[in-house]
Each structure stands twice: as C-alpha cells, then as structure tokens.
C-alpha cells in the first residue's frame, strides 16, 4: 500500500530480503522485536501486522489435508469451515501440529533407544548386578549349614551389590528423563560437541573477529564441553573453521555468495578452496544472513555420519545408520566427483531440498600412508536453492528403521512408523 520495495524494508530492519520474504509466505515465524521493528518502519501499529495468522491456519490444515482423501474433496470449502467454526479449525490444526511434535519425538527416541550405546551398557549392568545379588541369596536360602564368617561375607556382598544396583537405576532413570528431551545434549563426546555446536548456532563469531582467539582458549572458556574428548573435538573442529575464515573471510563470503547465487563450485574458484570447505563456510553463516537453514551432514569412509547439522524437514539420525539413498553416500562411492540431486524427505508433509555433496580423499600419513576419505553434503532447502534441479525428486528418508516410505528397494528393516501405528 505504501509502494515499499521489500529489498528497502529488509535492509531498514536489519534482515535480507529474502529472509523477509521466507516470513512472509509464512515459511519461517516472526519475533516480537522484529515484528515491532517492521510496524515501526511501516508507521503502523503492530497489530495490523498479525491480521493474517489466518493464513498459518489454513496452511497447516491445507497440510493436514493431502493425508485423507475425503478432506481434500472438501479443500475448496476450507476458508468457509474457519470462517464459522474458527474454534474448531484451530483446534483441528494444534491436533495436528501436535501429532507431528509426538511423531518426532517417537523418531528420535527409537532411534536413541535402539542403538544408544550409553543404554545398551546400562541395562548391562543392571542385569549383571540382579543376577550377582540373586546367585547370593539363593546361596543363603539353600545352604543350610553355611559357615557363620561365609554368611556374614554373602550378606556384605548383597547389601553392595544392591547399592551398586540402586545407583545403576537412578542413573538409569535420570538418563532416560534427559533424554525424553529431543534436546538432550547426550553423554558421548559427540553428542557434547553438537549439543555445544548447536547453542552457537554453527556459527563462531569469536573467530570471526581479526584478533580471534585460538581455539584452545575458547574451548578452556565454554562450559558446555565438560570430558577431555568432547574439548580435543572441539580444538580439531574449531581449527579448520578457522582456517575456512582465513581463506573465506565473512563480508567477502557473505558478499561473493550472494553475487554468484550460492553456487558452490563458483564459490570454490573464486576463493581457491576445495568444495568441502565451501560447503562449510554455507552452512556456518547465520540464518538471517541467508533468509533461512543451511543443513550439512559429514561421513566417513565407513559411512558414519561424523557431523550433523539438521535443517528442518530433514531430520539426521544420530546412532542408526542414514538412508543410503541420500547424495552422501552417491558421492562417497564417486571420489572428487561431485553430486547434485534434488530430494524429497518422507513424512506427513513431504518437503523438498537441493543437496549437494562430494567426496574429498586425503592423505594425513604422508605420501606412503593410508588414504582417508570425506564425503560431505551440503542441504538447502528448495526455496533457498536459486540453481533450480528440474529433475523429479528423488524419494529419501532419514533411516529404515523411522522412514514412512513403504516401498523402498533400499530399505533395510520395517518401519516403525508405520500406517497402522
């Protein structure tokens, strides 16, 4: 109404046009400050601003509808049914939302439950103390004529055995509290690096700065890294992030990407840098530096996912394997040539990505030594990606063991997730 360029407003409140333009076709929510920020630029009052939560609304009931088939007869009515039963809609869309929150949830807690090693070695324990204490007693019940000095050994070791169960539960228990959290930081020092990774945002700003600090310095001064192998991970993590900023400093990244359209290969001759290492400056730039999430996922040799950075819609498991129909695992058996294919991550609203990968070999022992190989992929959601793929998407998902797709040449074992339950 008042003519505004949205490139002009984007930059007058601090975020990029394309950042503004994801919020506005309601692909990523809206802060308070922010939205007071734009109501102050546009001369308005805030509220003018929030008329059109309708829409969110009718999007995720839209949403909920491509699943039954008698309710997408009835789509051209929708704005008729929230318009008299607004009660009812929303209560039909927190149902939903809530479903997909609960389907989540079931995901990352079968995937921790069934190859959690923490737990596996728990109920280890566990078991081994019950047994020890019920050889004892059974050795005092059947033993008549045991030796007093025995006894009273027999009966030291229950009441030990037994404190060491107690302790064995609680800490089983507290554990499995934690983890209940699809947040939990986790008790392996990988798990406490991207836990640690995740509160930065994957992006350091210290070492953005010219005089950064080392990263031994930054780790001594994180609490979030508490064992000696979670930090050492840390340090190597932080050393080669390092490096990327030296070879791809912020402003001339951030200036260079937007100019050559987020292309990565561009990217790499323009800064002389293999694509791995674009492929991570993308996906530690600030999500409204980019107008929203850069995913990246990083194996090894054997194909264990040795990085994990989610973007949401495309969930990475964390101790069962990753589907081997993704680009990941395309490259990791097509060294130094690169891979770029459209996807689609199963579910109940099905969302589509451009990723792009490639798989980088190394030789850290010397000339003579053993070759070591890192493949990498990049995950952009589709509306980021401006170097469109007209190819058909290519059907994904995060593992078998929690994939919705039925009929999949590649799956390994039934899902879980399955229409029944």
Known sequence: MQGRKQADLARSVGISPSYLNLIEHN???IGGKLIMDIARELGVDASALTEGAEVELLNTLREAAVDHESAAEDLPRLE????????WARLLSDTRRRARELEHSVEVLSDRMTHDPFLSASLHEVISTVTAIRSTATILAET??????????FHRNMAEESARLAESAEALVRYLDEASSTEFAGSTPQEELDGWLRSLGFHVADLERNLAPDPETLVRRSSGLTSAAARQMAEAYLRRYRQDVE?????????AARA??????????????????VFRRMA??????????????????SGTLTFR??????????YSAACPLWPLYSALSRPMAPVRNRVEMGGRSPRSFVCYAVCQPSQPGGFDGPQVIEAAMLILPEEL?????????????????ICPRGACAARREPSIMAEAF
């Open 247 to 255: 070879h791809m400093p912020l402003a001339a990244f951030q200036e």
């Open 309 to 318: 950075k989610p973007v949401e819609g495309f969930p990475l498991p964390r």
């Open 260 to 277: 050559l359209a987020f292309d990565p290969a561009a990217l790499a001759v323009r800064f002389g840098v293999d694509l791995g290492a």
């Open 284 to 301: 530690a730039l600030p999500t409204e530096m980019v107008g929203g999430e850069i995913g990246l996922v990083v194996c090894d040799g």
């Open 27 to 29: 692909r990523r929510r």
């Open 80 to 87: 008729e049914f929230v318009g008299r039963f607004p009660g």
């Open 385 to 401: 990606a401006v170097l469109q793929v007209a190819e058909a998407p290519r059907e994904v998902g995060t593992s078998c063991r």
């Open 144 to 153: 008549r004529d045991i030796d007093p000095e025995w006894r009273d050994r």
